[in-house]
């Protein structure tokens, strides 16, 4: 009569659920081939936090995603592939090594949010062309002098 908890079969497995891929605190370098290969079209959300990536190259595969966690990584550029995520909402970068975003950031139109704290940003000058973004959190950057629209946003700013 004891409570036996249900265990994913073949020991861990890469589930979506509820349109959320979590693949947080596993080590990976790279975004795992059969999922890129899959191209999952109920994927909107993935937590790739906590792990070991420098770059993330094919997840421009998963232009469907509207949120999206790098957090925790070791990736020092947000490649032209952050362009193609067009749908993308929500993303958190922070505790990485950016130094700068893509000139193309303009193009993300539906951003509401942005975490890119804990990086080595000098600038955000580009960010300010969001103009759906409410919720910014630029702390612990090297940000030496803010732009003159920042009024735009909601931000969280502070030095190292």
């Known amino acids: ?3 036996n908890p249900a265990k994913p079969e073949g020991g861990e497995t890469v589930n979506i659920i509820a349109g959320h891929l979590d693949l947080g605190f596993r080590k990976l370098q790279e975004l795992p081939p059969t999922l890129l290969a899959a191209r999952p079209s109920d994927l909107t959300s993935i937590d790739l ?4 990536f420098s770059s993330v190259s094919g997840i421009e595969l998963l232009h469907q995603l509207e949120k999206i966690d790098l957090s925790h990584n070791e ?8 362009i193609s995520l067009s749908n993308l909402e929500c993303m958190n970068i922070s505790h990485n090594a ?6 193309g950031v303009h193009k993300l139109e539906k951003l509401k949010e942005l975490r890119i704290s804990h990086n ?41």
């Open 1 to 3: 009569m004891g409570n």
């Open 49 to 52: 936090s906590h792990n070991i």
């Open 75 to 82: 990736i020092s550029s947000i490649e032209v592939w952050i």
């Open 98 to 103: 950016i130094v700068s975003m893509p000139s």
């Open 120 to 160: 080595l940003l000098t600038g955000i000058a580009e960010l300010t062309s969001l103009e759906n973004l409410t919720t910014i959190d630029v702390s612990f950057n090297a940000i030496e002098r803010l732009p003159k629209d920042i009024d735009k946003l909601v931000c969280s700013i502070g030095r190292k």
